[in-house]
């Protein structure tokens, strides 16, 4: 059987590589002409762990190969999965301009039965618009082709995308048929050899699950995240909290970590994008609207906590920024907290000094050049006559810094930590104005009042 991956992006080249690493055939096709042809020669255009091993090999052995061209694969395939973008429409809608045109690209291709498998995060009801649009442009083909439309949400986390595509939690299943359902638990049955974790349901249930995890993911930072404001205020220390907390098992620790609010591709675009569909419904959702404001707040946070400590005196001052992509373990900067803290620099006239380990490159893609804003090959770089260092994506190799050194190239002695990577008794022992997420500063000036 060979599988056709619509879109190469994270979600669809992780799914395309991990297909063929468990003996699949699998086509990758995508519109981008440019990422087709870098991968073509084994380059690979985003930065995901392993991923690049798992391509090479399986494109040498035959497995994977990669096209922009609907007319030589769409012929050759039984099942089709899309994994297009669907990113948020200015109304917070989630736009569904991309699967559309895939799913019209292959049905009007289409020479032999079909399953189209939607991955693509998209809003409940989807699967029974693609199905009516596959059936009109069947029809003014004269063609009576059976098809089916399933959907099978991904839950894949970058960073860690192609561990966990090759051993997911579960595999959701939307759909009524039985004969596809056992084609999809076909397919994914290399992934099963420890344990089943195929989860079969209608479509519309599937399609919910995937906003309902998100939108539960978002609501437990935005949690933890109204929890450390507290506690900045009352004395309390937000990683014995969560310590605590996690500790229940009815809780767990995952998700619980304070920061500077969730970022990347999916959770805010899904927590908007459900609310968006609340509404439609004449739903309120207030839980969700409270999680969103929080989270736009939290984003705010390190600069303010910035300004606050050089009393609004920004003009001039420089701060260097370590880690620019939404998380670390990828090059994603899609709704990157950094963004918003570069922004609120500028705009107040600080220069900032940018080093992230892996993303520079897409995040000089995104960021409009300016006069304030140099490119650094590393922290000290970064560093380097800087008043103020503020972590914001907490990168491995930021765990250990050499803070003597980076003290050294320092013109001040601030450090605003967004991911409480350090013992603030320990950044005072080494001589740094400490400020963190969630734990009264040592340093003597007041926290913020939110
Ligand atoms: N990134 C994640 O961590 C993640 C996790 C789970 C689910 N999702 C969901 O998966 C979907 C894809 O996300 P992504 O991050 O991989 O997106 P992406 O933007 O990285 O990749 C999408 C790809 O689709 C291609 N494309 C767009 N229209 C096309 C068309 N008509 N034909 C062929 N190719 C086309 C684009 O060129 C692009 O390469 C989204 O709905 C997202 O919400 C993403």
Same mark, same amino acid.
């Given at each position: 059987?060979?599988?056709?991956?619509?879109?190469?992006g994270?979600?669809?080249?992780?799914?395309?590589?991990?297909l063929?690493?468990m003996?699949?055939?699998v086509?990758?096709?995508?519109?981008n002409?440019?990422?087709i042809q870098?991968l073509?020669?084994?380059? /690979?255009?985003?930065?995901e762990p392993?991923?690049?091993e798992?391509v090479?090999r399986?494109?040498a052995?035959?497995?994977?190969?990669?096209?922009?061209?609907?007319?030589?694969?769409?012929?050759?395939?039984e099942?089709?999965?899309?994994?297009?973008?669907t990113p948020s429409?200015e109304d917070?809608?989630?736009?569904?301009?991309?699967l559309?045109?895939?799913?019209r690209?292959?049905?009007e291709?289409?020479k032999?039965p079909m399953?189209?498998?939607n991955?693509?995060?998209?809003?409940?009801?989807?699967?029974?618009?693609?199905?009516?649009?596959?059936?009109?442009?069947y029809?003014?083909? +004269?063609l009576?082709l059976?098809f089916?439309v399933?959907?099978?949400?991904e839950?894949l986390?970058?960073?860690?995308?192609?561990?966990?595509?090759m051993?997911?939690d579960?595999?959701?299943?939307?759909t009524?048929s039985?004969?596809?359902?056992e084609?999809?638990?076909?397919?994914?049955?290399?992934?099963?050899?420890?344990?089943e974790r195929?989860? /079969?349901?209608?479509?519309l249930?599937? *399609?919910?699950?995937?906003?309902?995890?998100?939108?539960?993911?978002?609501t437990? /930072?935005s949690?933890?995240?109204?929890?450390?404001?507290l506690? *900045?205020?009352?004395g309390?220390?937000?990683?014995?909290?969560?310590?605590?907390?996690?500790?229940?098992?009815?809780?767990?620790?995952?998700?619980?970590?304070?920061?500077?609010g969730?970022?990347?591709?999916?959770?805010?675009?899904?927590?908007?994008?459900l609310?968006y569909?609340?509404?439609?419904?004449?739903v309120?959702?207030?839980l969700?609207?409270?999680?969103?404001?929080?989270?736009?707040?939290?984003?705010?946070?390190?600069?303010?906590?910035?300004t606050?400590?050089f009393?609004?005196?920004?003009?001039?001052?420089?701060?260097?920024?370590?880690?620019l992509?939404?998380?670390?373990?990828t090059?994603?900067?899609r709704?990157?907290?950094?963004?918003?803290l570069?922004?609120?620099?500028?705009?107040?006239?600080?220069?900032v000094?940018?080093?992230?380990p892996?993303?520079?490159?897409?995040?000089?893609q995104?960021?409009?050049?300016?006069?304030?804003i140099?490119?650094?090959?590393?922290e000290?770089e970064?560093?380097?006559?800087s008043?103020?260092?503020?972590?914001?994506t907490?990168?491995?190799q930021?765990?250990?810094?050499?803070?003597t050194a980076?003290? *050294? +190239?320092?013109?001040g002695?601030?450090?605003?930590?967004g991911?409480?990577q350090y013992?603030?008794k320990?950044?005072?022992k080494r001589?740094?104005?400490?400020?963190c997420i969630?734990?009264?500063?040592?340093?003597?000036?007041?926290?913020?009042?939110?």
């Amino acid at each position: 059987m060979v599988l056709l991956v619509v879109g190469t992006g994270y979600v669809g080249l992780v799914t395309g590589a991990c297909l063929a690493e468990m003996g699949h055939t699998v086509i990758c096709l995508d519109i981008n002409q440019e990422k087709i042809q870098a991968l073509q020669k084994g380059k /690979i255009p985003i930065y995901e762990p392993g991923l690049e091993e798992f391509v090479i090999r399986n494109t040498a052995d035959g497995r994977l190969q990669f096209t922009d061209s609907y007319e030589m694969t769409v012929s050759q395939a039984e099942v089709c999965f899309m994994a297009v973008d669907t990113p948020s429409g200015e109304d917070g809608s989630a736009s569904l301009d991309s699967l559309f045109s895939a799913v019209r690209s292959v049905a009007e291709l289409a020479k032999r039965p079909m399953i189209y498998v939607n991955k693509s995060t998209v809003p409940v009801g989807t699967c029974a618009k693609v199905t009516q649009l596959i059936q009109s442009i069947y029809k003014s083909r +004269n063609l009576t082709l059976p098809f089916e439309v399933v959907s099978n949400p991904e839950f894949l986390k970058e960073g860690n995308a192609v561990q966990d595509c090759m051993k997911p939690d579960r595999i959701i299943i939307g759909t009524q048929s039985d004969e596809a359902g056992e084609v999809m638990k076909s397919i994914y049955a290399p992934f099963m050899v420890c344990r089943e974790r195929v989860i /079969i349901m209608d479509p519309l249930s599937a *399609e919910m699950t995937k906003y309902a995890a998100n939108s539960m993911l978002a609501t437990r /930072i935005s949690f933890m995240n109204e929890m450390a404001s507290l506690c *900045e205020n009352n004395g309390a220390d937000i990683n014995k909290v969560r310590i605590g907390m996690g500790a229940d098992t009815r809780i767990g620790y995952t998700y619980l970590y304070p920061g500077l609010g969730y970022g990347g591709s999916c959770l805010p675009k899904d927590v908007r994008a459900l609310r968006y569909q609340a509404a439609e419904h004449d739903v309120s959702m207030p839980l969700l609207a409270a999680v969103e404001d929080i989270n736009e707040r939290q984003k705010q946070l390190l600069g303010d906590k910035i300004t606050h400590y050089f009393d609004g005196e920004m003009d001039g001052k420089i701060v260097g920024i370590l880690g620019l992509s939404f998380k670390p373990g990828t090059d994603d900067m899609r709704d990157a907290p950094s963004l918003i803290l570069i922004k609120q620099l500028l705009a107040l006239g600080a220069k900032v000094q940018l080093y992230d380990p892996v993303a520079n490159h897409a995040a000089s893609q995104i960021i409009p050049d300016h006069e304030n804003i140099s490119w650094c090959e590393s922290e000290i770089e970064a560093a380097r006559d800087s008043d103020a260092l503020a972590l914001v994506t907490e990168w491995k190799q930021f765990r250990f810094l050499n803070f003597t050194a980076l003290l *050294e +190239n320092m013109r001040g002695t601030a450090f605003f930590d967004g991911r409480n990577q350090y013992d603030p008794k320990e950044m005072a022992k080494r001589g740094f104005d400490y400020f963190c997420i969630g734990r009264k500063p040592l340093h003597t000036k007041a926290p913020i009042q939110n």
